[in-house]
């Protein structure tokens, strides 16, 4: 399988490092191989050869800051834009892992269009360009005859779509919600130690769970987004971010900790989606729901359902090996299936 990667930051570099180190075992256990044959940055250089980049030498160049680092060989192409990357390499499947814009889904969905109407499926880490074109997207794969998947859009890793869509095929969902921003409920386990809101934030950012701006995290909005592709894949009706009642946590205060506390409470910052519509706001959950239980950064969802009753998820939600690892098990559903 020849891969072309936009983005390569935290996430493409862990799908490169997978697709170096476990090269033999993906052989042996799934027939597979992938090459990345092209890589596409903003601001760190593009390169594509049609044989292959070397893995190892990538990361090199991209850990001494850009792409201009990689050795030159015969038949390498630098500095192709994205969209002429797309377009013009031997790539059988985009793999689009550039940072998020809630807004427009730009770049990157002009990147996805431009890879379905290549001929090439589509694999995508990035929320964005289904929060904006969900339906739009899914038509035009189907009418390319081509794959869309995007299983770290929600919950990085951890199977949340794919458990869904096939181990609980044959059940009717009837509602999805869960713990799906490791920010926030991070910060909120910290300040149920006694933290105030500020203090927590502080201690996030400094351990690189909370961005300098976390503003997206912190009042719901990643969260909401993660709900939009759920309600598409769940129900059919991918809803838009201004449809959803969306709140945040930065409102909690100490005292509202130490009440839960006293009534055997915890407080999370829930999303919520029905296929009547979807929330995000923080709750006090008994200590019995088994959401109230996930602390620190870890993620979870629980589907409610007609067959089994209440099935609960937990994982990892973030982190560059675990969406290097969703993009990677994407990867693995197309080869078996195409």
């Known amino acids: 399988m020849r891969i072309a990667i936009i983005g390569f930051g935290v996430v493409g570099q862990g799908l490169a490092e997978i697709l170096r180190d476990r090269a033999a075992e993906l052989q042996s256990a799934h027939n597979f191989h992938g090459e990345i044959v092209a890589v596409a940055t903003r601001s760190r250089g593009t390169l594509y050869h049609p044989d292959g980049l070397d893995t190892a030498q990538l990361l090199e160049a991209i850990g001494k800051g850009h792409l201009g680092h990689y050795p030159h060989v015969y038949g390498l192409t630098r500095n192709w834009d ?28 002009d990147v996805c269009y431009a890879a379905l109407d290549s001929g090439k499926h589509l694999v995508l880490a990035n929320k964005g360009p289904l929060v904006v074109a969900y339906e739009a997207l899914h038509e035009r794969a189907r009418l390319a005859g081509l794959r869309l998947c995007f299983e770290g859009t929600v919950m990085a890793g951890t199977p949340v779509l794919r458990l869904a869509q096939q181990d609980l095929a044959g059940c009717r969902i009837s509602e999805a919600r869960g713990i799906l921003n490791g920010t926030t409920n991070y910060i909120l386990t910290q300040m149920g130690t006694g933290l105030s809101y500020a ?52 409102g909690i205060t100490p005292q509202d900790m130490e009440a839960a506390r006293q009534a055997g409470e915890r407080w999370k910052l829930i999303a919520r989606v029905t296929p009547e519509g979807g929330s995000v706001r923080p709750m006090r959950l008994p200590l019995s729901d088994p959401l109230a239980a996930v602390s620190g950064a870890t993620n979870a969802i629980t589907y409610v359902t007609d067959l089994l009753g209440s099935v609960t998820l937990v994982g990892a939600g973030a982190g560059r090996l675990s969406t290097g690892f969703a993009v990677l098990s994407d990867l693995l559903d197309i080869h078996r299936t195409s």
């Open 82 to 109: 994205a969209l002429t990357l797309v377009r013009q390499s031997n790539a059988d499947v985009v793999v689009e892992v550039s940072p998020t814009d809630l807004q427009t889904g730009q770049p990157a969905l």
């Open 199 to 250: 203090e927590a934030l502080q201690q996030a950012q400094r351990l690189g769970y909370a961005e300098a701006n976390p503003a997206a995290d912190v009042e719901g909005w990643d969260a909401a987004a993660k709900l939009v592709i759920l309600s598409g894949v769940l129900f059919g009706t991918p809803l838009a971010l201004h449809d959803l009642d969306v709140r945040g946590i930065t």
